[in-house]
């Protein structure tokens, strides 16, 4: 039997799922920042509460994302994932230029159509083949924090910003999962 391929790109196409990686401009260690982990929850939770995703997992780590999710539905002309990052964008822009404006400037860029660039181009977005691929991209994801390199914590539950404790302990702390069980 022949396997299908695993295509690495930025698009998705609705009501697929993916494992969604996007990474701060310059590999910059941001989320360190908890009014910027809080523009993140608050993008999905806006997106979710409007039926434009569905997110089935997730870690932030302090220069990147990884999320499984699904989208659902457009906002208005542009996929929900694009949403989220513009989003994001504008309020670390607001954030950092009042809290934190040295910060800031390690984002200025020169292009002709921004001032500042969070996030590096071309989310990687690798769609979910079936429900083994899926846990074993949720493992990695709770399992990211441990890594040697990062060293975050002692366990996946005990890493805040994941969505390892809602698993493990059928919660959902921040009310932005759906148990993927349901769906795939």
Same mark, same amino acid.
């Given at each position: ?22 990474? !701060? ?12 982990i809080?523009?993140?929850?608050a993008?999905?939770?806006? %997106? ?12 932030i780590?302090?220069?990147h ?13 542009? !996929?929900?994932?694009t ?11 607001? !954030? ?6 040295? %910060?800031?400037? #390690? ?17 990687? #977005?690798?769609? !979910? ?9 949720l ?20 890493? %805040?910003y994941?969505? #390892? ?11 932005? %999962? ?7």
């Amino acid at each position: 039997m022949l396997e299908k391929t695993i295509e690495r790109n930025s698009q998705m196409q609705l009501g697929e799922i993916y494992f969604w990686t996007a990474s !701060i401009h310059n590999w910059q260690k941001i989320f360190y920042e908890e009014d910027l982990i809080k523009v993140l929850m608050a993008s999905l939770k806006f %997106l979710i509460s409007k039926h434009k995703i569905e997110l089935y997992g997730f870690v932030i780590m302090p220069n990147h994302v990884h999320f499984i999710w699904e989208m659902k539905e457009m906002n208005g002309k542009e !996929i929900p994932s694009t949403s989220f990052l513009k989003y994001c964008s504008h309020q670390f822009q607001k !954030i950092l230029n009042q809290k934190n404006p040295n %910060l800031l400037n #390690a984002f200025k860029v020169n292009e002709s159509m921004r001032k500042y660039r969070f996030w590096q181009r071309d989310p990687l #977005a690798i769609q !979910i083949l079936n429900r083994e691929m899926l846990e074993q991209k949720l493992e990695y994801c709770h399992n990211n924090p441990l890594q040697e390199h990062w060293n975050l914590t002692s366990s996946p539950s005990a890493y %805040l910003y994941s969505s #390892a404790f809602d698993y493990d302990n059928s919660v959902d702390r921040f009310s932005l %999962l759906t148990d993927y069980r349901e769906r795939i």
